[in-house]
T-cell receptor
Framework: DTGVSQDPRHKITKRGQNVTFRCDPI?????LYWYRQTLGQGPEFLTY????????KSRLLSDRFSAERPKGSFSTLEIQRTEQGDSAMYLC????????????FGPGTRLTVL | GNSVTQMEGPVTLSEEAFLTINCTYT??????LFWYVQYPGEGLQLLLK?????DKGSNKGFEATYRKETTSFHLEKGSVQVSDSAVYFC?????????FGKGTRLHILP
């Protein structure tokens, strides 16, 4: 097992375009999290899943953002009508009870909106 | 609300110097506390953790002690190396979400 993977690692898009990112968690982990990290800041929580159920969404997640985890394995994060303010690193993490307070992070997808 | 405050960087030290990065937190109850490290071009890695008061987390020569009375979790290392150059994040886990500080960039000179 190689840990949490994310694809793509980098994405450059024009304002107004839609983008989709993928996260593959560690195989036995049933919780999956999305965070956003802007330059010079720590990561901020966006949303998380337990299996296929989305349990919580942050206020940061506007209605242009949607996340899915259809089969309880990989997850996708879609941003519609991107804005320059969406430029950030999008991080995925996973965890497995009973050690669910420890989350393992992927390398992130860096989004640049021109 | 829950929050983490850590000393601002960048912090520049010479190799073999003693390191302290201060971290304090505000939280209800007794959260787990963490230090994560982000090396250039890499993802976040868990450096160490502590789950209850007076616990000491340690890894790779780094240590931090969960101090409930001062709500602190300061990171220390007795002798830093050039390879320790990275960004360090103090964090807490509350309600299954990790709340991070802003990060402290550490630069070690040979």
């Amino acid at each position: 097992d190689t840990g949490v993977s994310q694809d793509p690692r980098h994405k450059i898009t024009k304002r107004g375009q839609n983008v989709t990112f993928r996260c593959d968690p560690i195989s036995e982990h049933n919780r999956l999290y999305w965070y956003r990290q802007t330059l010079g800041q720590g990561p901020e929580f966006l949303t998380y899943f337990q299996n296929e159920a989305q349990l919580e969404k942050s206020r940061l997640l506007s209605d242009r953002f949607s996340a899915e985890r259809p089969k309880g394995s990989f997850s996708t994060l879609e941003i519609q009508r991107t804005e320059q303010g969406d430029s950030a690193m999008y991080l995925c993490a996973s965890s497995f009870p009973p050690q669910r307070n420890e989350q393992f992070f992927g390398p992130g997808t860096r989004l640049t909106v021109l | 609300g829950n929050s983490v405050t850590q000393m601002e960087g960048p912090v520049t030290l010479s190799e073999e110097a003693f390191l302290t990065i201060n971290c304090t937190y505000t939280a209800t109850g007794y959260p787990s506390l963490f230090w994560y490290v982000q090396y250039p071009g890499e993802g976040l890695q868990l450096l160490l953790k502590a789950t209850k008061a007076d616990d000491k987390g340690s890894n790779k020569g780094f240590e931090a002690t969960y101090r409930k009375e001062t709500t602190s979790f300061h990171l220390e290392k007795g002798s830093v190396q050039v390879s320790d150059s990275a960004v360090y994040f103090c964090a807490l886990n509350r309600d299954d979400k990790i709340i991070f500080g802003k990060g402290t960039r550490l630069h070690i000179l040979p």
